[in-house]
């Protein structure tokens, strides 16, 4: 959330024609609070060690936004790129003065591109509680990131587990649906794939897997054996 309405900053320049072509330098104001954590030291925030590392850098994040037009969990999986790093280095950052920090989450920034000169600024980052996320971008990102793991109807059983927390007397079916997932990898439980909506249903109602099924019956059968 420190570096997300850089972010935003950023999209508000690229709404108005800016493109990684065309910028020539970029100043970020930053809340000094924030700044050791996203600010420092400036080099590495520029040029990463790692993807991971990116993810702490405002200048590489910035940058990236710019090349690609999006930032997500994708853009820090791979080795820092160097098309996103040459950007980063065209930026610099200076101390915001009355920032409201942490109250508020606020970025400007200021810039040259070839056009000419360029600044945007936000008072508050987006998902703060005045200026709250919608649920379907919440839904839309959490089935964006899940999928990254998941079948779609893993997803959508997930969501729907989820959501109906606030209603639920409890999380039982969600932990069911969360050990049916740990156990069958998926769609699939011992090696019996589970593809059916409604079959599944049934198992996070009522706690019964293939597997455990199996055993009631043959229990059961031995039982009247016996």
Not at 50 to 71: C, H, I, P, Q
Not at 140 to 151: D, G, I, L, M
Request: proline share 8%; with cysteine.
């Amino acid at each position: 959330h420190y570096i997300h309405p850089f972010l935003e900053a950023i999209e508000q320049a690229m709404a108005e024609g800016l493109r990684a072509d065309d910028l020539v330098s970029l100043t970020a104001f930053v809340p000094p609070p924030a700044a050791p954590l996203i600010c420092e030291p400036w080099a590495r925030r520029q040029a990463p060690i790692s993807g991971y590392d990116g993810k702490w850098g405002l200048a590489y994040a910035m940058a990236l936004m710019l090349v690609d037009g999006r930032v997500d969990v994708d853009s820090f999986t791979s080795h820092p790129r160097a098309d996103v790093v040459a950007v980063a280095q065209r930026m610099t950052w200076a101390p915001m003065p009355d920032h409201g920090f942490p109250r508020r989450f606020a970025a400007r920034i200021e810039g040259m591109g070839k056009k000419g000169p360029f600044k945007a600024a936000l008072h508050q980052v987006l998902g703060a509680p005045d200026r709250p996320v919608n649920t379907a971008a919440i839904r839309a990102k959490f089935a964006s990131n899940a999928t990254r793991r998941f079948e779609a109807m893993r997803v959508a059983q997930l969501e729907e587990a989820i959501l109906g927390l606030v209603s639920a007397p409890d999380i039982a079916a969600l932990g069911r649906l969360l050990e049916l997932i740990r156990l069958g990898r998926n769609n699939t439980i011992e090696g019996k794939a589970i593809k059916s909506p409604s079959v599944t249903k049934s198992i996070i109602k009522n706690g019964v897997t293939p597997a455990n099924t199996s055993s009631k019956r043959k229990g059961t059968g031995e039982a009247e054996r016996t």
